[in-house]
């Protein structure tokens, strides 16, 4: 069975002297202000939206988020890890076959259990 490569975020993981110490978390909202005339307008992509309830669901989502994830085989870039998994699954690139994911995440699944007692 070949061995698939191990996915990670290198920038979360390893201390870069040259690297800020932290990572700045924005968070996004918009007020009556968004308002064009015609719809709630998402001042940083101008995408429109109906509500301003959908505007600021919008600008609480990943939308704007860098696309950090990445196929270690086709090199697709995600937003979301849950994108990268769903594409890898999903074996368009041929990264890895379903049962090799099942099989590690199941083996993964049942040493934390172990560690934990169960």
Same mark, same amino acid.
């Given at each position: ?57 919008? $600008? #609480?989502?990943?939308?704007?988020? !860098? /696309? ?6 086709? +090199?697709?870039?995600?937003? &979301? ?13 041929? $990264? #890895?076959?379903?049962?090799?994911? !099942? /099989? ?6 049942? +040493?934390?259990?172990?560690? &934990?007692?169960?």
């Amino acid at each position: 069975m070949p061995i698939m490569p191990t996915i990670s975020i290198p920038h979360r993981l390893e201390y870069h002297a040259s690297a800020p110490a932290q990572r700045t978390i924005a968070h996004y909202a918009a007020s009556e202000q968004a308002w064009n005339g015609m719809a709630y307008e998402c001042y940083i992509c101008h995408r429109t939206f109906l509500s301003l309830d959908a505007l600021n669901k919008h $600008l #609480a989502s990943p939308a704007h988020d !860098d /696309d950090e994830f990445i196929c270690p085989k086709c +090199q697709r870039k995600y937003k &979301l890890v849950s994108g990268l998994v769903q594409h890898i699954e999903s074996e368009v690139c041929g $990264l #890895a076959a379903f049962q090799q994911i !099942d /099989d590690q995440a199941r083996a993964f699944t049942d +040493q934390f259990a172990r560690m &934990l007692g169960f």
